[in-house]
Every structure is written in structure tokens, then in C-alpha cells.
């Protein structure tokens, strides 16, 4: 069965340093992989997603996470945060065995990000 | 292009009421889901379909929840009766074919069953 855990539910850091949002998944075939923000009041926006190919995927808002297979990860990262980036963020896998098409995406149960000026 | 839209966007009803949620798709997408977070928890799958066909109902918590999509376009999500746990956000969002497509989400239905 798929699953995401999102370890943390909340991350604090200062702006201007860099940030990481930790994510690990569980699927049976190769992963899809995508990351999702929520700010107050809003729906939730596409950051980011991997397929295949580089482990390193560039997203919105400068957002970027690393894939990694033998540890079954997907971390966000932002090399310098900044208070506008302060919102709720979900890790999302798709698994890619199942069905021949667009099947369900699984998310974790989200992160919220707080940072302070 | 628009989005996915959601209507109502919050919905206040009484346990034992009837609310029914709707979910306009992006044009053109064939894959419409739907989802629930419930207390700040993680986002519940519900159901999935592909045009007007359930693909995946696997999420639907009980038989007072009922999802339609007459004609592959629009859907509605039927909660009848409505009970006090039913609360929380409703969100629907669409995909095109391909698996490794995106979804796009709509604002949400925030529902409170008192």
C-alpha cells in the first residue's frame, strides 16, 4: 500500500537560512513524487514533483528536494527562507504500478512552516 | 483558463441535514478526486473518477456519502444524513491522463455539521 510520513509537524527557522521539510514514502513500484503548499484560506498549489531522472527537482518559489531512492525520501529545501513562505506543506506520492492511468495520490499529513523575521 | 472551482465554499448544516458539494473540473481533465482533511489532519483520499466512471472508491467512508459525475463533467458529492464527524474541508481536484500529470486542487467546501 502507498503511504507518506511527514515527521515533523512543525518547522521553525529564521529568515534567511535555509529550510528543510523531511518526507519519506512507501509505495510498491517507482514513485511519483509531488510537494504541495496550503497558505491560510487557500487551496493547495503545486510546488514541485519528480518522475524520473535527476534527483534534484527545481519548483515553484525557489523550492527545490532532493530524491532518494535507497532511502525513500523526499526532502523540500530552500537554500534561504523568507516569512511569505510561512504556510502548511504536504508530500504527495503517486504510485506508478497502479492502474494504467492517473490513479489516486497519497499525502502525508503535512508540515506546517513557520518562519520568523 | 479557470481552475478547479468548488461550491459552497463553507456550509453550516445541522446533524441529520443533507449538504451536497460541487466540484467543477478543469476543462479537458478526464480525472476528478476528491479528498477530505478532517482536524488538522492529513488529506483523506475519497474517491477518484475517470469521466463519469468510479475509478477508485475505495476512501468513501460509509454509505451516507454519495459522489456522482453525471456526463464526465462536473461532480457532487451528496452527505445525507450529516453527522457531526462528517466536518472538516472538503477538497476536489482533476488531472489529465497521464499518470505522471499533477493534480490541481480547488479552494476547498469547508463544511461544519452541529
Same mark, same amino acid.
Given at each position: 500500500?502507498?503511504?507518506?510520513a511527514?515527521?515533523? %509537524?512543525?518547522?521553525?527557522?529564521?529568515?534567511g537560512?535555509?529550510?528543510?521539510?523531511?518526507?519519506?514514502?512507501?509505495?510498491?513500484g517507482?514513485?511519483y513524487?509531488?510537494?504541495?503548499?496550503?497558505?491560510?484560506?487557500?487551496?493547495?498549489?503545486?510546488?514541485?514533483?519528480?518522475?524520473?531522472? %535527476?534527483?534534484l527537482?527545481?519548483?515553484?518559489?525557489?523550492?527545490?528536494?532532493?530524491?532518494n531512492?535507497?532511502?525513500?525520501?523526499?526532502h523540500l529545501?530552500k537554500?534561504?527562507?523568507?516569512?511569505? %513562505?510561512?504556510a502548511?506543506?504536504?508530500?504527495?506520492?503517486? %504510485?506508478?504500478?497502479?492502474y494504467?492511468?492517473a490513479?489516486?495520490?497519497?499525502?502525508?499529513?503535512?508540515?506546517?512552516?513557520?518562519?520568523?523575521p | 483558463?479557470?481552475?478547479?472551482?468548488?461550491?459552497?465554499?463553507?456550509?453550516?448544516?445541522?446533524?441529520?441535514?443533507?449538504?451536497?458539494?460541487?466540484?467543477?473540473?478543469?476543462?479537458?481533465?478526464?480525472?476528478?478526486?476528491w479528498?477530505?482533511?478532517?482536524?488538522?489532519?492529513?488529506?483523506?483520499?475519497?474517491?477518484?473518477?475517470?469521466?463519469?466512471?468510479?475509478?477508485?472508491?475505495s476512501?468513501?467512508?460509509?454509505?451516507?456519502?454519495?459522489?456522482?459525475?453525471?456526463?464526465?463533467t462536473?461532480?457532487t458529492?451528496?452527505?445525507?444524513?450529516?453527522?457531526?464527524?462528517?466536518?472538516?474541508?472538503?477538497?476536489?481536484?482533476?488531472?489529465?491522463?497521464l499518470?505522471?500529470?499533477?493534480?490541481?486542487?480547488?479552494?476547498?467546501?469547508?463544511?461544519?455539521?452541529?
Open positions: 500500500a502507498q503511504s507518506v511527514q515527521p515533523e %509537524d512543525q518547522v521553525n527557522v529564521a529568515e537560512n535555509p529550510l528543510t521539510v523531511k518526507c519519506t514514502y512507501s509505495v510498491s517507482n514513485p513524487l509531488f510537494w504541495y503548499v496550503q497558505y491560510p484560506n487557500r487551496g493547495l498549489q503545486f510546488l514541485l514533483k519528480y518522475i524520473t531522472g %535527476d534527483n527537482v527545481k519548483g515553484s518559489y525557489g523550492f527545490e528536494a532532493e530524491f531512492k535507497s532511502q525513500t525520501s523526499f529545501k537554500p534561504s527562507a523568507l516569512v511569505s %513562505d510561512s502548511l506543506y504536504f508530500c504527495a506520492v503517486r %504510485d506508478s504500478l497502479r494504467s492511468s490513479s489516486k495520490i497519497i499525502f502525508g499529513s503535512g508540515t506546517r512552516l513557520s518562519i520568523r | 483558463e479557470a481552475g478547479v472551482t468548488q461550491f459552497p465554499s463553507h456550509s453550516v448544516i445541522e446533524k441529520g441535514q443533507t449538504v451536497t458539494l460541487r466540484c467543477d473540473p478543469i476543462s479537458g481533465h478526464d480525472n476528478l478526486y479528498y477530505r482533511r478532517v482536524m488538522g489532519k492529513e488529506i483523506k483520499f475519497l474517491l477518484h473518477f475517470v469521466k463519469e466512471s468510479k475509478q477508485d472508491e476512501g468513501m467512508p460509509n454509505n451516507r456519502f454519495l459522489a456522482e459525475r453525471t456526463g464526465g462536473y461532480s458529492l451528496k452527505v445525507q444524513p450529516a453527522e457531526l464527524e462528517d466536518s472538516g474541508v472538503y477538497f476536489c481536484a482533476s488531472s489529465q491522463e499518470k505522471s500529470t499533477e493534480a490541481f486542487f480547488g479552494q476547498g467546501t469547508r463544511l461544519t455539521v452541529v
